[in-house]
């Protein structure tokens, strides 16, 4: 059996995990799993990631979880360009930073965002009160500075003058919030040219093939959810918020 990615291209990791394989001619089979059905939440799912969570890899009989440990397994295993994760030891850092701060502060602002603006009206009917919003963006618009002052500085990308899986999973996270609504690239120059940079790095087709999805999210209406799910969703958005 060959190489299986279980993905939903809603979802901002396994959009980088798409991209990357492909970008990279890594032969694989496509397994959709939609999360608004439910179907993460499946026995027969559960025997490929146990914590029920997308993105998953199953390559033969060996599984795995975690968009980052799967990136750099299929980096190793496809023996991919060097630049996607560099053998030079400082610029394997740089990379290595950028993926362990971007967890908690441009993924979860990016989301808290992406949530407040789409998820939570949509699960709710109403709309976040607009105090709680602007303060989520501001949440977010902090992340941002420290992204530029620390990460990107004055460099083409965040390890230097070439591509990497730091900038790739940057791009796809920024991509939440900007297809909410939120035009975050907007008087952010230099933002905005990385982003153009990276797009052209990785194909600018592909990169608006994977985004299709989550740029139409707004059609998404409630019945599209599974019941069970939509009462998670509403109870942990509202816990947050």
Same mark, same amino acid.
């Given at each position: 059996?060959?190489?299986? +990615?279980?993905?939903?291209?809603?979802?901002?990791?396994?959009?980088?995990?798409?991209?990357?394989?492909?970008?990279?001619?890594?032969?694989?089979?496509?397994?959709?799993?939609?999360?608004?059905? =439910?179907?993460?939440?499946? /026995?027969?799912?559960?025997?490929?990631?146990?914590?029920?969570?997308?993105?998953?890899?199953?390559? =033969?009989?060996?599984?795995?979880?975690?968009?980052?440990?799967?990136?750099? #397994?299929?980096?190793?295993?496809?023996?991919?360009?060097?630049?996607?994760?560099?053998?030079? +030891?400082?610029?394997?850092?740089?990379?290595?930073? #950028?993926?362990?701060?971007?967890?908690?502060?441009?993924?979860?602002?990016?989301?808290?965002?992406?949530?407040?603006?789409?998820?939570?009206?949509?699960?709710?009917?109403?709309?976040?009160?607009?105090?709680?919003?602007?303060?989520?963006?501001? /949440?977010?618009?902090?992340?941002?500075?420290?992204?530029? /002052?620390?990460?990107?500085?004055?460099?083409?990308?965040?390890?230097?003058?070439?591509?990497?899986?730091?900038?790739?999973?940057?791009?796809?996270?920024?991509?939440?919030?900007?297809?909410?609504?939120?035009?975050?690239?907007?008087?952010?120059?230099? +933002?905005?040219?990385?982003?153009?940079?990276?797009?052209?790095?990785?194909?600018?087709?592909?990169?608006?093939?994977?985004?299709?999805?989550?740029?139409?999210?707004?059609?998404?209406?409630?019945?599209?959810?599974?019941?069970?799910?939509?009462?998670?969703?509403?109870?942990?958005?509202?816990?947050?918020?």
């Amino acid at each position: 059996m060959g190489l299986e +990615l279980y993905l939903d291209l809603l979802s901002q990791p396994c959009r980088a995990l798409y991209i990357f394989a492909r970008s990279n001619n890594i032969p694989f089979e496509f397994k959709r799993v939609q999360l608004a059905k =439910g179907q993460h939440k499946t /026995e027969e799912f559960r025997k490929v990631n146990v914590l029920m969570k997308v993105p998953a890899l199953k390559d =033969g009989s060996f599984t795995l979880a975690e968009s980052i440990a799967i990136l750099l #397994y299929l980096v190793q295993k496809f023996k991919t360009p060097d630049h996607w994760y560099p053998a030079d +030891l400082q610029k394997r850092a740089r990379v290595d930073e #950028y993926l362990s701060w971007q967890h908690i502060n441009i993924r979860a602002k990016g989301s808290k965002l992406f949530l407040s603006k789409v998820l939570l009206p949509l699960i709710t009917g109403q709309p976040l009160p607009p105090e709680k919003l602007e303060f989520a963006t501001e /949440e977010l618009n902090v992340a941002l500075k420290q992204f530029e /002052e620390k990460f990107l500085q004055d460099k083409p990308f965040i390890a230097g003058s070439e591509v990497s899986l730091a900038d790739l999973v940057a791009l796809v996270e920024l991509m939440q919030p900007v297809c909410a609504g939120y035009a975050l690239f907007e008087d952010r120059p230099a +933002l905005a040219a990385w982003r153009s940079r990276v797009e052209e790095a990785v194909g600018k087709e592909l990169f608006l093939e994977a985004h299709q999805d989550i740029m139409n999210v707004k059609n998404l209406t409630a019945d599209q959810f599974a019941p069970e799910l939509l009462e998670n969703f509403k109870q942990q958005l509202l816990k947050q918020n």
